[in-house]
């Protein structure tokens, strides 16, 4: 399976703070992606890093990708409350994406 | 227009009930999915739609019945569920280029599913 491992499981943080989780995953990739879910609503997708990419930054997301260890890491930068949510990175051929267990991140006020 | 909108937002339904759940999206995607996911579990793949045509069916059970309508609708027909088919059902569509998916799925709001 494809699937990503994800690690911590969950983290609680002070705002502020920057938060780190981590994915593993299992087989050869074209590309990672990484998603938010704030509690029982839809996904988002925060950003997508190709296998021949190293690094990828969107406004306070940073995302690495070592294809030779099978593992990516999303770094939130200055966190606020409103990202307080589950973040699933997300992997996976054509059309068949296979989410990770998740992150589940709660930002303290 | 970047939304993809499913309706009922909530159903309760007994076992011998018959209900279906609605999808819509007008992004021109033409890649359509079904997923289920419980309580903090991640999402799991039940259906891919591709030109409205089924290309995937993660060996769901029978009680679940996907269709495509056209290219904007996508329908989740439900009859003879069980309680552990309680769950939340998202919906998402993707762009296809050459008939792969692109990357992005954008994903609806669900419908949150309690059977009794």
């Known amino acids: 399976s494809q699937q990503g491992e994800e690690d911590p499981q969950a983290l609680s943080i002070q705002e502020g703070e920057n938060a780190t989780m981590n994915c593993s995953y299992k087989?050869?990739?074209?590309?990672l992606q990484w998603y938010r879910q704030n509690s029982g609503r839809g996904l988002v997708h925060l950003i997508l890093?190709?296998?021949?990419?190293r690094e990828k930054h969107s406004g306070r997301l940073r995302v690495t990708l070592d294809t030779s260890k099978k593992s990516s890491s999303l770094l939130i930068t200055a966190s606020r409350a409103a990202d307080t949510a589950s973040y699933f990175c997300?992997?996976?051929?054509?059309?068949?994406?296979?989410f990770g267990q998740g992150t589940r991140l709660t930002i303290n006020p | 227009d970047t939304e993809v909108t499913q309706t009922p937002k909530h159903l309760v339904m007994g076992m011998t009930n018959k209900k279906s759940l609605k999808c819509e999206q007008h992004?021109?995607?033409?890649?359509m999915y079904w997923y289920k996911q419980k309580a903090k579990k991640p999402p799991e793949l039940m259906f891919v739609?591709?030109?409205?045509?089924?290309?995937i069916n993660e060996s769901v059970p029978s009680r679940f019945s996907p269709e495509c309508p056209n290219s904007s609708l996508l329908n989740l027909h439900l009859h003879a569920l069980q309680p552990e088919d309680s769950a939340l059902y998202l919906c998402a569509s993707s762009q296809l280029d050459l008939g792969l998916a692109t990357g992005e799925l954008f994903f609806g709001e669900g419908s949150r599913l309690t059977v009794l």
């Open positions: 739609y591709s030109y409205e045509k089924l290309s």
């Open positions: 087989t050869s990739i074209n590309n």
């Open positions: 890093i190709r296998s021949n990419e």
């Open positions: 997300a992997t996976g051929g054509a059309q068949k994406l296979v």
């Open positions: 992004m021109g995607h033409r890649a």
